[in-house]
């Protein structure tokens, strides 16, 4: 009976506890069943949450730089900025030497006065030309029918002086018929000497009579050939006076060269001008500047002098892997971790380039080969910063940053 007690009062004890280790076990099943459930949801929720966007470390921030060169040669006197200055636009940075440049404009200027004042003479000329060209041949075409007339009046005398000479010598004749006659009468006495000194006169008379009527025969003759030669002059000048339209063509060709001379004149002062603004040289836009040049440099056109970051401007080139870009679509905004500054900026998406980056090397690759291997490629995307998100310009280019593109 002693060994009986102790084994009834085991049997009690585990019959009492079975029903606490049920309910424990209960509680723990539970417990692992919330914890389950927890992280069922959870997991969930995160994969919501890591598939609602996308992110990159292959990302850094870019400008584009603007380099600033000289347009012309010469001698730099004065730099008016210092590295990593900001400037504005417009801002002079570099002097060249304008001395030379000074000249070549006050020459140009002197050249451009002279051609004009050969054009203005020239064009005044044009019509004084054409007036006196007018005048010529009015001139031309009377004098002709002066020198016509001339010549019929000439002729018209040489006939009527050579008829005065036949009609003179006729005369003569038949007074020396007369002298003869009365010159046998008179020694016969069959005559007074009276009448025969009459006959003798009249016989001179008719022989000065011939020799003027020959005088003024020879004289007409000659008037003849002057009015000819008048007439011939006449001819000549009026030749010389249809040449009248092509000296005013010629004179307006003249005007007109002059006038582009004036022009290629005024075009080397405006030139000239030009050379003289670009001693000055000017910042292209508002930002830092990274300078090579200094004073007493000889610079050439096209050299480099200075280089201006315009902080303002920056962006993000984030290269996502291919898979990435499933749901990525332009405008979705951003948020872009700055490694630098511990800080996260805003953005958005602005572009999706059009080809991988590799394409846009120098060498793009050629997977055209019997040892091709697949590889995920990455694509630029342009994000760019809201406004104001950099107005403390800590981003500068060249920096790392891990962007990530909310899909949603």
């Known amino acids: 009976m002693a060994d009986e007690t102790p084994l009834r009062s085991k049997a009690d004890t585990a019959e009492a506890s079975a029903p606490r280790f049920r309910k424990s076990k209960r509680r723990r099943n539970a417990f692992v069943l919330i914890i389950i459930l927890l992280a069922i949801v959870g997991g969930v929720f995160l994969w919501r949450y890591f598939s609602s966007y996308e992110s990159t470390d292959d990302a850094q921030a870019d400008v584009h730089l603007y380099p600033v060169s000289a347009r012309i040669s010469g001698y730099v006197v004065k730099v008016n900025v210092d590295d990593n200055q900001w ?23 002197a050249s451009l006065a002279s051609a004009e004042a050969t054009a203005q003479s020239l064009n005044i000329t044009v019509p004084i030309t054409a007036v006196n060209t007018s005048s010529q041949l009015q001139f031309a075409a009377s004098g002709i029918e002066n020198a016509s007339a001339g010549v019929i009046a000439a002729e018209r005398q040489l006939t009527a002086a050579h008829a005065q000479l036949e009609e003179a010598e006729a005369n003569d004749v038949r007074a020396q018929d007369d002298l003869r006659r009365y010159k046998m009468l008179v020694d016969k006495r069959e005559v007074s000497a009276q009448v025969y000194d009459q006959a003798l006169a009249a016989a001179k008379s008719s022989t000065s009579a011939v020799a003027a009527a020959t005088a003024n025969e020879s004289a007409a ?97 984030a290269n996502f892997k291919e898979t990435q870009l499933r749901h990525m679509r332009v405008g979705q905004e951003a948020d872009i971790h700055l490694d630098s500054a511990n800080r996260t900026l805003k953005g958005h998406v602005d572009s999706i380039a059009g080809a991988t980056g590799p394409l846009f090397s120098l060498l793009p690759p050629e997977n055209a080969t019997g040892n091709y291997v697949k590889i995920v490629q990455r694509i630029p995307v342009k994000i760019v910063l809201n406004p104001g998100e950099n107005r403390d310009r800590q981003l500068r280019p060249g920096m790392n940053v891990v962007p990530d593109v909310h899909l949603q």
């Open 87 to 109: 400037v504005e636009k417009g801002a002079v940075l570099v002097e060249i030497d304008p001395k030379d440049y000074e000249v070549a404009v006050a020459q140009v200027q």
């Open 221 to 317: 003759q000659q008037f003849v050939e002057q009015a000819r030669s008048r007439a011939v002059q006449a001819n000549a000048n009026n030749q010389s006076a249809q040449t009248g339209p092509q000296q005013v063509s010629s004179t307006r060709a003249r005007v007109r060269a002059a006038i582009a001379d004036v022009q290629q004149k005024r075009a080397l002062l405006e030139q000239a001008e030009l050379d003289l603004q670009y001693t000055k040289i000017v910042a292209p836009v508002s930002g830092e500047v990274n300078k090579t040049v200094v004073v007493g440099m000889n610079i050439q056109p096209g050299q480099q002098l200075l280089t201006v970051v315009p902080l303002d401007d920056v962006w993000i080139t």
